[in-house]
């Protein structure tokens, strides 16, 4: 009369297909031929043979009887309370039942081992590890997990240490992942790669009865720069702790224009000092270039196929200009040794950039850094922000 369908906790996005993480593979399985199909709400046990199932029965009987013979004296070892976030799974003469709780449940003497689950979410940290990207960069990353148990009764039977095994499995996951990654990756895209994270991890625990709900990288301090011939800029996290909350398109443009030296020699402050560029004279830098025209002038003169090969993508201006007019303006550098001129390119742009004549000078001088054009609105970006991120390589070339 104790015994009740046992009914899953519910997991998230139970319903939805999973997408496959960092590492994930399709016919990777797991074999625990021992575990009762509890997915299923299944506990029988196809192994008993008759003559057990009979002696089993008789034994429980016996020991149902003694109990409620002996009631008010074994109520207070066979009654247990539970709560909303806990249950008991019980081996009844070593076989699985269905968990119980939560309430008063019973628990019957000398033929039931019982033990409490919390389904609670609990939290730990892998502590920072050194991690080999791809490019052959070594840095210090560690993560922030959070995860719940969803299914009692795999928790207990199909691992022996749920919190150790986690642990090891989570950081496996991570160094694995992480080593297919470039150091820019791992650097810009961090949360999106803890969200890919989770999902690895999952893959492999959920036969644990586990579910990973959140993972937070946490990157650490830059131990050794990528091998030679690495195309991108590096950017040490530590050093821009003010840029920490910001995501998205933005948080790719600031880390990357930030990096003003773009060498490999580690930052001897951990510091950023922000000026205020929005007030900066536009006419000072008006003066010096003279005109946007003077400046494309100045940009047919570095065109080269080494700078074609480096940039690979088409760049469409908008400029508007302090009469109310609007010009178009083009560099194409994506094929030959480049063009640049006023107009449309003969192809799609790849970006579109629009902003005031002002700005472009002052960009292209160096005096207005693209990262607070953009954040202020002065620079809007239609396409892809990594693609837009590969015009610093012709305003270095104008620099010098």
């Known amino acids: 009369m104790f ?7 519910p997991q998230t996005d139970s319903t939805t297909v999973r997408t496959p993480g960092l590492f994930w593979s399709a016919d990777r399985g797991h074999s625990f031929d021992y575990i009762p199909n509890v997915s299923e ?15 089993n029965l008789i034994v429980i009987f016996l020991v149902y009887i003694c109990t409620f013979i002996t009631f008010p004296i074994t109520g207070w070892f066979v009654l247990k309370s539970v709560p909303n976030y806990q249950r008991i799974v019980v081996f009844r003469l070593g076989r699985i039942c269905p968990p119980k709780g939560p309430g008063i449940v019973l628990v019957l003497p000398l033929i039931d081992q019982w033990q409490r689950v919390d389904l609670r979410t609990r939290a730990f940290n892998i502590p920072p590890c050194q991690v080999t990207s791809w490019d052959g960069g070594v840095l210090a990353v560690g993560a922030d997990i959070q995860f719940r148990i969803w299914n009692p009764v795999m928790s207990v039977v199909s691992v022996q240490d749920l919190n150790a095994s986690t642990r090891m499995t989570a950081q496996n996951a991570l160094t694995h992942s992480l080593s297919k990654k470039t150091l820019r990756e791992i650097q810009t895209e961090r949360v999106k790669l803890g969200d890919y994270l989770g999902m690895d991890i999952n893959e492999m625990t959920r036969p644990w009865g586990l579910e990973v709900d959140r993972v937070e990288l946490t990157i650490g301090s830059l131990l050794k720069n990528p091998e030679e011939g690495a195309s991108r800029p590096l950017i040490n996290p530590p050093s821009v702790p003010e840029l920490q909350g910001v995501a998205g398109p933005i948080q790719q443009l600031a880390m990357h224009f930030l990096n003003y030296s773009g060498s490999s020699q580690p930052h001897k402050e951990t510091s950023v000092t922000i000026t205020n560029e929005l007030s900066s004279d536009q006419q000072a ?6 005109s946007v025209e003077e400046l494309l002038s100045r940009v047919k003169l570095v065109l080269s196929e080494s700078l074609v090969n480096q940039v690979r993508a088409c760049f469409q201006f908008h400029i508007s200009s302090e009469d109310g007019h609007h010009h178009s303006y083009y560099v194409d550098l994506s094929q030959g040794s480049g063009a640049a001129g006023a107009g449309s390119p003969c192809r799609e742009p790849d970006v579109t950039l629009s902003m005031g004549d002002g700005d472009l000078l002052a960009m292209f001088q160096g005096s207005l850094q693209p990262f607070a054009a953009y954040t202020s609105g002065r620079l809007q970006v239609q396409g892809d922000t990594k693609t837009a991120m590969k015009l610093e390589e012709l305003i270095k070339l104008l620099r010098k």
């Open 285 to 290: 830098v008006v003066a010096v270039l003279g």
């Open 3 to 9: 015994r009740r369908p046992y009914s899953q906790v």
């Open 41 to 55: 709400n299944d506990f029988s046990d196809a192994s008993q043979t008759w003559i057990s199932w009979i002696c």
